[in-house]
């Protein structure tokens, strides 16, 4: 049934024909394995899968043709996951259940969870080393005072909020004292130590926060109204997956804001700030929190001024069934 519905959406037999040719090659099946589980380079897939870099590219090309697989560019750099369509992702789980048993997969499935927890670790240990001098440090490069105030300006009030990547927590009585209760996720103990001591001192009790990585949020489905998103999307491998994860959490008609960088080409200011991402345009970023299930209403930018970024702030409703 599954299949079917995937065959569905596909235009010809010709591309029915290649999708079962692509499915029946046991290494596709290895890469889409791993991309299940993980968005990840050609690099990465060679090192964890322990095949040549010039057979990766090809059987990833493949799937690129097949639609089952997605391919995000930055610089030099491409990231390779499953595509977001609910009947792919259905389609290569159910193709995937009846072989995960398979000692090839398993063994695959650990060395990428190593894989992974490396990427994670490096990226835990940069942020715990600037944790005490954040707000010092991102100032450099960005007007802090401006971000503030763009995001304070588009902030709804009254509304159950996350703060994804909420970090030292800086800004979090402007946000407290408009919202009934604030849960504060980042996947760093030092940045979530430091919020919980600045909220501590700041007598806001209607705030709380949890350790957690924003591609799987500890929050349930429907729990949030509003979904605050600051300077967070252009340090992860896969923004669109963090995106998702907004939608899957925050109630129908919720809000979403999000404030990234502008799409910038400073080398030292990724050196310095450990982006993945230099900074976004208003339409890949637009097309991407649409592709989330988001209706954009409010999209803001701020220029970039001698030596600091520009900022890019979207404001946004979560689509119900009838949109």
């Known amino acids: ?44 897939l060679v090192a ?9 590219s090809h059987h990833l090309a493949l799937l690129l043709k097949t639609g089952l697989v997605t391919v995000l560019r930055e610089g030099p750099r491409a990231y390779y996951s499953l595509a977001p369509s609910k009947e792919s992702k259905e389609l290569v789980s159910k193709v995937l259940s009846r072989i995960d ?37 991102i100032g450099k490069w960005i007007d802090l005072p401006r971000y503030k105030s763009l995001l304070i300006h588009l902030l709804p009030s009254g509304l159950t909020t996350a703060d994804l990547g909420c970090g030292p927590g800086w800004l979090l009585p402007e946000m407290a004292s408009r919202a009934p209760r604030i849960i504060g ?72 804001l999000v404030v990234e960088p502008l799409r910038h080409t400073l080398a030292q200011a990724r050196l310095e700030l450990g982006e993945i991402w230099m ?21 803001e930018t701020v220029p970039p001024q001698p030596g600091k970024l520009g900022l ?3 404001r946004a409703a979560k689509k119900t069934l009838s949109q």
């Open 1 to 44: 049934m599954i299949i079917c519905t995937y065959l569905y959406t596909i235009m010809n037999l010709d591309e029915a024909k290649n999708l079962f040719g692509v499915l029946a090659d046991f290494t596709r099946l290895r890469l889409l394995f791993a991309l299940s589980i993980e968005t990840q380079t050609v690099s990465e």
């Open 48 to 56: 964890a899968l322990d095949i040549s870099q010039p057979r990766v």
């Open 101 to 137: 048993e398979d000692p090839v997969l398993v063994r695959d499935n650990v060395r990428i969870l190593r894989q992974i927890g490396r990427r994670k670790a490096a990226s835990q240990a940069f942020f715990s080393d600037l944790a005490g001098r954040w707000p010092g440090k």
């Open 185 to 256: 996720v980042d996947h760093s103990p030092d940045f979530l130590a430091i919020a919980r001591q600045h909220a501590a001192e700041s007598g806001l009790a209607n705030c709380e926060f949890r350790l957690g990585e924003l591609e799987h949020l500890p929050l349930g489905d429907g729990e949030i109204q509003l979904v605050v998103m600051g300077l967070i999307l252009h340090y992860l491998v896969d923004p669109r997956a963090a995106l998702c994860e907004a939608a899957r959490i925050a109630k129908d008609d919720a809000q979403l």
């Open 279 to 299: 900074g976004f345009s208003k339409a890949e970023l637009t097309a991407w929190i649409r592709e989330a299930g988001f209706k954009p209403s409010v999209v």
């Open 312 to 314: 890019l702030a979207i």
